[in-house]
């Protein structure tokens, strides 16, 4: 079955071949290869282009599960902006805003399995995002997960510890003039790029870690370990195409914070759909892809619940 990435992977072995050619290779050589640390392409800024051509692609032909899967981000902005507005803890509705970036990678999880599917022409619906969990790496991707969400948190600590240093512990809602003071004058202009810089190292740290590592788990069922390392060492070969991709991510998240974080609903799809194609151009395909068995509905009477929400536990048939 022709599938819409067939020009883009044109170099690639084929699933079906590469599993033809697993029977024919001998077991210590498959051994050896599956040992080995996957190779990592050399990619420019046309690549970028392109991974971001496919993703609105995928977005396109999937737009169902934008709202399913990413409007926690909107509802949340909108949640955030009201609660915030007159409170003490107003300074930190920005940081809060850019720390969407840091636990973004991880948010994204489905989107990458959707993309995945379109690649190899199954079927690609908003339920089959569900599939990520069935994954052999869905515990290394939590353990990822929870790293992100340390940082997210460190993150916020350093944007408050930021604001303290620079206006003290008043309330934003007691500082008379609060935003010309943030945006008129010299302690203002301070509190700007003194957190922007460190708001930006927190992003880079991220990058580095995540910007291709879920999707590596999920493809190579690869561990916490080697989906860090493959990322540390995609950024190392990468370094100014992986910058620009930081850019990318932070100028569409910004715009799509505009207007009350709406934008989110379709930035975040689309930059989950395009991280996924960029894995794909930075590391070689996988010689011997693991085979996720399909899942096996099975016919449940109302009797059956709540036994029937842990399929998982039950006997193998």
């Not at 051994?31 to 420019?44: D, F, H, L, M």
């Not at 909108?78 to 107003?90: D, I, P």
């Amino acid at each position: 079955m022709a599938t819409p990435y067939a020009d883009e992977f044109a170099d690639d072995l084929p699933y079906a071949d590469r599993a033809a050619s697993v029977g024919d290779a001998q077991p210590a050589a498959q051994q050896a290869r599956r040992a080995s640390p996957p190779a990592i392409r050399k990619i420019n800024l046309g690549d970028l282009h392109a991974a971001l051509r496919l993703g609105w692609e995928d977005f396109k032909a999937v737009p169902s599960h934008a709202i399913m899967l990413c409007v926690i981000y909107p509802v949340l902005g909108l949640v955030l902006a009201r609660a915030v507005l007159g409170y003490s803890v107003l300074p930190l509705l920005f940081p809060m805003a850019a720390g969407f970036a840091l636990i973004g990678p991880f948010a994204a999880l489905g989107l990458y399995e959707l993309s995945r599917r379109r690649e190899l022409g199954q079927d690609a619906s908003a339920w089959h995002a569900t599939e990520v969990l069935r994954s052999p790496s869905f515990g290394a991707m939590l353990g990822l997960g929870a790293l992100l969400l340390a940082i997210f948190v460190t993150w916020i600590a350093t944007a408050q510890a930021i604001y303290v240093a620079t206006f003290g512990n008043a309330p934003a809602a007691a500082i008379p003039d609060f935003v010309r003071l943030v945006l008129t004058t010299r302690d203002g202009w301070r509190l700007i790029l003194i957190g922007c810089g460190a708001g930006f190292l927190f992003a880079v740290v991220t990058l580095c870690l995540s910007v291709v590592a879920f999707p590596i788990m999920l493809d190579r069922q690869a561990g916490f370990v080697d989906a860090i390392a493959t990322s540390l060492r995609a950024v190392a070969r990468n370094p100014l195409p992986m910058a620009a991709w930081g850019l990318i991510v932070a100028a569409l998240l910004v715009l799509g914070s505009l207007p009350a974080f709406l934008g989110l609903a379709v930035v975040i799809p689309l930059l989950g759909h395009a991280t996924w194609h960029l894995y794909r151009k930075v590391v070689e395909p996988n010689p011997f892809p693991p085979v996720i068995p399909p899942a096996n509905p099975i016919r449940r009477s109302a009797a059956d619940f709540p036994a029937a929400l842990f399929q998982w536990k039950r006997d193998p048939r």
